[in-house]
């Protein structure tokens, strides 16, 4: 990707990745697609995240080769984040990512990373799991070398699935994907992270839409007279982490690109953080053998 005034992070790879994506969970169909990357592209948005299992992989490739010519932009100017689905963890990885770079069409993936630490189809204590970790690491290992990956990493990793894979890979993650927002500080993942210099990244930084209406956070957005999802996504970025807020709503896409140019008070964003209770409000990983 190339070098633009989009804030961003210095990953592993030595390659910077925007602060800022756009999440494209749920944006299903071409239509959809295509409404929502236009109003992020307009608003300086250079990052999308897909994933095998939002089944919108091939939309977002096309619909990217419709648009970035109309923003004077190429494909250099975007990065492009996909993820291997539960289902094909393990022996089917390499056939996996393969097909997400088919689906996307673009040349290469920017980043992609493993899902989900378990196996679609298995329990959760099967004791296959290490291995097939192990084998999907190995295939996006070969696929990096071969330039197809520019960088490989994992999402929903605890601390003992990233000490794990960080001792046995040949290639180490350039990035860990995870919940993260005021009610779950991810401390321990977040020190993990920093060890080892993999980017932590959080997704689901508005609790599904629950934390918009918390009290304290609506305190500090009246204060600072920004919107819940703002003050919610600042607090992340301002801790130099990578936020992917989702929507198909041209509004909002364009509210939630308004984070650099306000900041959180020391006494905000430590308000905010005494929230943190270790709540999940999506998939829980930690019972992943």
Sequence with gaps: ???????SVLLNTGVQMPLLGLGTYKLV????????????????????????????????????????PKHGLTREDVFITSKLGPKDQGEGAM??????????DLGYIDLYLIHWPGTQGRVVTDQRNPGN??????????????????????????????????QSC?????????????RLCQTELRKVCEEYEVCFQAYSSLGKGELVTDPVVLEVSKNCERTPAQVLLRWAVQQG????PKSSNPDRIKDNARLFDFTLSDTDMDRLSALDCEHKYCWDPSEVV
């Design 29 to 68: 169909g071409p239509e959809d697609v295509y409404q929502a990357v236009d109003a992020a592209l307009a608003e300086g948005y250079r990052s999308f995240d897909s994933a095998a299992v939002y089944r919108n992989e091939a939309d977002l490739g096309r619909v990217l080769k419709e648009l970035l």
């Design 170 to 182: 040949k290639i180490p993650p350039a990035l860990l994907q995870v919940e993260f927002h005021p």
């Design 241 to 244: 982490v990578p936020v992917l």
């Design 1 to 7: 990707m190339s070098s633009s005034s989009s804030p």
């Design 95 to 104: 056939e996996g990512a393969l097909h997400s770079l088919a689906q996307l």
């Design 133 to 166: 970790r192990a084998e999907s690491w190995a295939a996006l290992e070969k696929l990096h070398a071969q330039g197809k990956l520019k960088a490989i990493g994992v999402s929903n990793y605890t601390p003992a699935h990233m000490r794990e894979l960080i």
